[in-house]
Every structure is written in structure tokens, then in C-alpha cells.
């Protein structure tokens, strides 16, 4: 049995600032996705020039945030907030949904790809090996916060959390980071490093992380405020469905317009 090392949430102090961990990890996740896309850029393997990932960086970063944060409210805690309005903009008191902020980077692929003319399918090819970074970094941050840990168990790696009561758990948020975050990020920039039908990137990326969370919310303790839901699935799983689908018919399409021309 290990346990959790108690990391304090605060990075740095200075003053009244304080630099967070896991705004840390946003800031080293939004950092590398920059750094592989101006590389895949110059490396002539991508439809943007520089110019307009700067454009697309700046409105992927809005969405994640507001998505995001809009995504938990309305997911997970939709009668909480609508009791309680202002605590929505009370983004330091935690609170950010995958899903939210995948549907907001959606939205700024969507208006990036008609203000500059770019296909939006070959767009989302582009960006999607760049994010599962960003996915390991922000779920090594939920484990420095001794957050969203998992079910309790018995394996030898179980481990306690200050706020996860006497009995281990496994280190779920671990789980997900190499999952969703290392082992996705493998698959696709292998898979994209040659030219690839076009939504299939896209699509892979839809299908590998949606099953790598579906799989590891097995081990992870399901939201205290919601449990199991219906078919005894959490809701990260029901909203995992809808990205299995999509990206397996985006498979699909994009590997049958090749065997149709």
C-alpha cells in the first residue's frame, strides 16, 4: 500500500499571487501543443502556416477554458449552479469537464477552418496528435492535487489520499494519464506522421480516448454528487458513447472514400 505524498496545490507564493499546479499543467499542456504544431508546420506536414495556428491556438485555449468550465456546470452540476449563478465564474474552486472542453475546441476548429478557408476535417487531423499532451499533463495535475482518485481496491499499488478516507485506492488519475494522455499521443503521432485519409487522424483520436476513459473509469471513484448512473456507468462514460461512435464512423468514411476513388 503507498500513499499519497500530501503535495501542496500551491506551486509558488509570491505575495498574494499563487501559481497552482494544475494551472501549471495547463500552462506546460497549451505549451507543448504549441511547440508540435509549429514543428509539424515546419516540417510541411500540416494545412495552417504559423500565422494561423496562432490563430487557432488562441480560440482552442478559449474553448478548452469556457467549454470546460460550462461543460461541468451543465453535465454534472446543473441544479448546484443554477441555485448558485455566481459561483459559476469561480473557475479556482475546481470544476472543468473533458467533454465541455472538447466541445469548445470543436467550435474554434469549426470558426478557424471558415475564417481562413481550410477544410475543417483536415483541420481537426491536424490538432488532434497535439492534444493528448495537454490530456497527461492536466491528469498528473488531478494526481498532485490528491483529486478524482479511484475506487477503493486491494492491488499493492492501492494508495491513500488524504480526502479518500481510511481504505486504499488506486491511482486512477495515473491510469488516465498514460491512457489518454502517453499512450494516445503515441498512436496518433505515429499514425499521422504519413499521409492518412483524411478524418482519420481525427477519428482515432475520437475512438482511442474515448475508449481509454470508458476503460478507466472503471477504477475511477465515480462523482459523489451523481454515482452510477444508468446500465451502471458513470458519466463520464455516457459521454464517452457519443466520441466512440463519431470516431469510428469517421473511420469508416474517410478509409471508404479511399477504396471508392
Given at each position: ?13 509570491i505575495?498574494p ?23 509539424r508546420?515546419?516540417q ?28 461541468y ?22 470544476g ?11 467550435i ?5 477552418a ?21 490530456l ?29 478516507g ?8 495515473l491510469?488516465e ?14 499514425y ?16 482511442g480516448y ?28 455516457w ?5 466512440l ?7 469508416m ?9
Amino acid at each position: 500500500m503507498l500513499t499519497h505524498p500530501n503535495i501542496d496545490p500551491v506551486a509558488l507564493a509570491i505575495g498574494p499571487l499563487a501559481i497552482r499546479w494544475y494551472g501549471l499543467m495547463y500552462l506546460i499542456g497549451f505549451g507543448a501543443a504549441w511547440w508540435l504544431g509549429r514543428r509539424r508546420i515546419n516540417q510541411g506536414h500540416a494545412p495552417i502556416n504559423l500565422v494561423q495556428f496562432e490563430d487557432l491556438m488562441f480560440w482552442s485555449i478559449l474553448g478548452v477554458i469556457l467549454g470546460g468550465r460550462i461543460g461541468y456546470v451543465l453535465f454534472y452540476k446543473p441544479v448546484y449552479y443554477l441555485a448558485h449563478p455566481n459561483e459559476i465564474l469561480f473557475i479556482w474552486q475546481g470544476g472543468m469537464s473533458f467533454h465541455g472542453g472538447f466541445l469548445g475546441v470543436l467550435i474554434a476548429l469549426y470558426w478557424i477552418a471558415r475564417r481562413h478557408q481550410i477544410a475543417w476535417l483536415k483541420l481537426g487531423d491536424f490538432l488532434a496528435p497535439l492534444v493528448p499532451i495537454g490530456l497527461a499533463t492536466g491528469r498528473l495535475g488531478n494526481f498532485l492535487n490528491g483529486e478524482l482518485w479511484g475506487r477503493v481496491t486491494d492491488v499493492s499499488w492501492g494508495m491513500l489520499f488524504r480526502d479518500g478516507g481510511p481504505m486504499p485506492r488506486h491511482p486512477s488519475q495515473l491510469y488516465e494519464m498514460f491512457a489518454e494522455g502517453v499512450l494516445l499521443f503515441v498512436l496518433l503521432w505515429w499514425y499521422s506522421a504519413r499521409p492518412r485519409p483524411t478524418g482519420s487522424v481525427g477519428g482515432l483520436f475520437l475512438l482511442g480516448y474515448g475508449l481509454a476513459r470508458f476503460v478507466c473509469e472503471f477504477a475511477r471513484e465515480p462523482d459523489a454528487f451523481l454515482g452510477v448512473l444508468s446500465l451502471g456507468m458513470t458519466m463520464g462514460q455516457w459521454l464517452c458513447l457519443p466520441m466512440l461512435f463519431v470516431g469510428v464512423m469517421l473511420l469508416m468514411r474517410s478509409h471508404r472514400s479511399i477504396s471508392v476513388s
